[in-house]
């Protein structure tokens, strides 16, 4: 069975379509009846119609801002087409019908950079009457804490064997770990031992990271962590293909339902701020819908 998706199109239409289909006027767009043929039409006609007429008008806001999807999102979606329809992103391509899916992803991903483009331009805050509220209606389950760390790191997962061809790579890795702890714990800076002999892009902070939380970690990675308190400095370690050196910096709990939470309410306040920026886009542009032909 053909399971891919009907997706919403937009359809330039010339002044030659019958009188007869056109059932809207955008500025100078035209909606006919083939445009609203994609669409799940139990619902009132009229809804569609308002559906299309929002759809041209903020196409016509992508092509003024120059807003363009990343290949990169695009290449996505259509993996996930592909994968919805059991189907390799090659067979996808072979589909008579892959043009109209190509558009309707490029307009899908064009619209939300739009809403991202303008809901950036408001400052959006939120109360805590609103989260109070918000916590009422929506009370935290169990387990909702998260535990995030930022940590200092040296890691190194290669070395020059040419003076000790006698000893494997780990052995002389962990040898110069234990080597610039000593030099650590006797006063010399962590920070430019890390700048120095650290292979993690993280050399360039002194081997510091950005939070990170913590359960997410490489399960021997979290072993670590776990026994250390704050500031203290681990034996050297290997996880993955390399070894480290590492201390806790800092740490803390977020509370994963609040964080919830409040994007929530930051997405409606976005929405409700998009919603109205679109209403002000109808009463700029002239439209006139012939609810006759409906």
């Known amino acids: 069975m053909n399971k891919l998706p009907l997706l919403a199109l937009i359809i330039s239409l010339s002044v030659s379509a019958a009188p007869n289909s056109i059932i809207a006027i955008v500025n100078d767009h035209l909606i006919t009846q083939d445009a609203l043929s994609g669409q799940d039409l139990v619902k009132n006609k009229l809804d569609a119609v308002n559906q299309q007429i929002d759809i041209l008008l903020q196409m016509d806001k992508v092509a003024q801002l120059g807003v363009k999807p990343k290949q990169t999102a695009i290449n996505n979606m259509l993996k996930q087409v592909a994968k919805q329809n059991a189907l390799t992103l090659e067979q996808l391509q072979k589909r008579p019908e892959f043009g109209d899916i190509m558009d309707s992803i490029q307009q899908k991903l064009s619209l939300n950079g739009l809403k991202e483009l303008i809901s950036s331009k408001a400052k959006f805050s939120i109360s805590q009457a609103e989260i109070d509220q918000a916590l009422a209606n929506n009370p935290p389950g169990s387990d909702q804490l998260e535990v995030q760390i930022r940590i200092a790191q040296i890691a190194i997962s290669s070395i020059d064997q040419t003076d000790s061809l006698l000893q494997s790579q780990d052995d002389l890795i962990q040898a110069l770990l234990i080597d610039l702890s000593t030099q650590i714990q006797q006063g010399k800076s962590f920070t430019a031992l890390a700048k120095l002999h650290s292979q993690d892009p993280s050399y360039k902070d002194g081997g510091e990271s950005g939070w990170l939380v913590q359960e997410r970690l490489p399960k021997d990675f979290i072993q670590v962590v776990k026994s250390l308190e704050l500031q203290e400095l681990s034996k050297p370690f290997k996880v993955g293909g390399g070894w480290r ?50």
């Open 245 to 294: 050196l590492v201390k806790v910096i800092d740490k803390r709990q977020i509370d994963r339902h609040l964080k919830t939470v409040k994007a929530a309410l930051m997405r409606q306040k976005k929405g409700l701020y998009f919603r109205n920026w679109t209403k002000k886009l109808r009463k700029d542009a002239y439209i006139e819908i012939f609810d006759h032909k409906l």
